[in-house]
């Protein structure tokens, strides 16, 4: 009896009562840099997520990533009394992130404090928080979740070995061992993150009829291949996104890839032929288009011209929405009835003032449109409300997803990767749960994969990528940001719905919902700095404690 007693204890300690183990998988293979910790794949090994799905009711699986070195820790068990512990990696020193890296979490955080008055945690860490499920109360369905695969991703997966892309690609896109990435955002042409800026039928000019666009550029062919392996791998067709950053110059008044400009309104009507002669050269070679959006940031092209100086075409959302009713939707309609068109793939501050003038274009131009493009760049200055909330009262029956998201892009940034930054991939997860509670349908990351120095591409443009290629040997960094992402897109599964969920304190952020298989999945981030126990109770009769490390976020799926 005592024998038992003392067992109930230990397993008290490291778990619950009942079954709880960590499943077989590979781990992560850590290395220290000054900000901290990535994790480190080659030819030969890379980390996996695998799990078995929950099967009996109260069954669970919990993962979990840290700031101190967790990367999908899994623990499977039955909800019981005893609560659920999750260990954190003790390190032997903080990592803390280089003094001369300015990032934008920083900034935001000391704004915060010093100017607003409600900034504070509700809850001291050593409090209990209560998060409350509720399915009787539902929201949107999830369309999915991915990245990009640009000419600057499609060059570097090119130039590794097979067996080190592979790994890369499985990482994103497997179901099974992956994050199960089941989206892909890619170029009509050229895009800022191409080794050279370029577009269809740049030759000859003034070519209305667009007779040299026959077939697909060899750089679209090499991605056509990307995209056949990560079909292969998905063991299904990924969502296609395209969008195109610019025609070729002759269509645009000041003939040149970027700078201030316009659509000559002689080529309306050709900018759209672009546009299904891109589909149907991608059909030509099996590759099905899910959906097309008006254009990449048209404010570039019209307002930011000074600063950005990559590849843009610029719009006026009034012209624009005649473009959209009189050219661009009755085409696509007829050609590719199936292929949804999105709106705006711009910053959220253009939400939704940008679809209302397309309207007052031409008010035909919205009933083409099947859903509204939006990129995260300055979501945390813009707030979601007004923006997001107000569109989607507007516009209840189109979809909503982001389409564009990477970090190291403000003047005050490092540009380009910063190695290990646990700071940077919080810059995700708040702005991600906060849009999928203001009904977002999913969320595009950027590039896949970077250099180390945040390209190539040729406007220098250097950013921050999940996945970092080590310049010099056949190896990649795993970003703490791919781990942020894979707590999402591997448990939030398309088809899923939002139900109501609560939390005590704020600084315990908390997403669920209800999957087609009909497990539930829920988001919990733990943003205190401190270890914090949250009861959960879940009114489907699922109610369990779970103790998580600071600087956490966890993603537990049950039967």
Not at 97 to 111: A, G, H, Q, T, Y
Not at 454 to 470: D, L
Request: include cysteine; proline fraction near 5%.
């Amino acid at each position: 009896m005592n024998l038992c007693k003392h067992f109930l204890r230990l397993v008290a300690v490291f778990g619950v009562v009942g079954v709880i183990f960590t499943v077989a998988a590979s781990p992560c293979h850590l290395r220290p840099f000054k900000a901290g910790l990535v994790c480190v794949c080659n030819s030969t090994y890379c980390d996996t997520l695998e799990f078995n799905a929950p099967r009996k009711n109260g069954s669970f699986v919990l993962v979990s990533t840290s700031e101190q070195g967790l990367r999908f820790q899994k623990k499977e068990g039955i909800f019981a009394t005893e609560t659920v512990v999750v260990h954190d990696i003790k390190q032997k020193r903080r990592q803390r992130s280089s003094p001369n890296v300015i990032d934008s979490r920083s900034l935001i955080k000391w704004l915060m404090d010093r100017y607003t008055s409600n900034s504070q945690p509700t809850t001291r860490a050593s409090d209990t928080v209560t998060v409350k499920i509720d399915h009787s109360i539902k929201y949107q369905r999830i369309v999915g979740f991915g990245g990009a695969l640009t000419g600057s991703v499609a060059h570097l997966l090119n130039n590794m070995s097979p067996e080190l892309r592979d790994k890369v690609l499985e990482s994103y896109f497997s179901k099974d061992t992956g994050i199960g990435y089941s989206m892909v955002r890619t170029s009509i042409g050229g895009c800022d993150f191409d080794l050279k800026p370029w577009a269809y039928n740049e030759l000859p000019e003034h070519d209305a009829k667009l007779s040299n666009f026959t077939e697909l550029d060899a750089r679209d062919l090499l991605k056509v291949k990307i995209l056949e392996k990560i079909n292969e791998i998905a063991k299904e067709e990924v969502k296609i996104m395209a969008a195109a950053w610019s025609p070729p110059k002759w269509m645009k008044t000041n003939n040149e890839w970027t700078g201030a400009s316009a659509l000559f309104s002689e080529y309306y009507g050709t900018w759209a032929d672009y546009h299904i002669k891109f589909l149907e050269l991608m059909k030509q070679q099996n590759v099905s288009v899910w959906a097309i959006s008006t254009g990449n940031e048209p404010m570039n092209g019209a307002v930011f011209w000074m600063v950005v100086k990559f590849m843009s075409l610029g719009w006026a959302p009034k012209e624009q929405g005649i473009w959209v009713a009189k050219h661009l939707g009755p085409k696509l309609k007829e050609k590719f009835p199936n292929v949804l068109l999105f709106a705006g793939d711009d910053q959220r501050y253009t939400f939704p003032r940008w679809f209302n003038d397309m309207k007052e274009g031409n008010p035909d131009s919205m009933k083409y449109i099947d859903g509204l493009a939006v990129h995260w760049y300055w979501d945390m200055f813009i707030p979601p409300g007004s923006t997001i909330g107000k569109t989607k009262k507007l516009y209840p029956e189109k979809l909503i997803i982001n389409t564009e998201s990477c970090l190291g892009d403000k003047p005050w940034d490092h540009h380009g990767p910063v190695l290990g930054s646990w700071g940077r991939a919080m810059e995700y997860i708040t702005p991600i749960m906060q849009d999928l509670r203001y009904n977002v349908n999913g969320w595009t990351d950027w590039n896949l994969i970077l250099d180390e120095q945040g390209g190539p591409n040729y406007a220098k443009n250097y950013v921050e990528a999940p996945m970092v290629k080590n310049n010099t040997i056949d190896e990649i960094y795993k970003q703490p940001i791919f781990y942020v992402l894979g707590h999402f897109s591997r448990f939030i599964v398309p088809g899923s719905v939002r139900v109501q969920s609560t939390s005590s304190d704020k600084s315990l952020l908390v997403l669920a919902f209800e999957r087609p298989d009909g497990l539930t999945s829920v988001i919990l981030y733990n943003s205190h700095k401190l270890p914090v126990t949250v009861k959960l109770e879940d009114n489907k009769n699922r109610n369990q404690e779970f103790f998580l490390p600071p600087h956490s976020i966890h993603s537990l799926l049950y039967a």
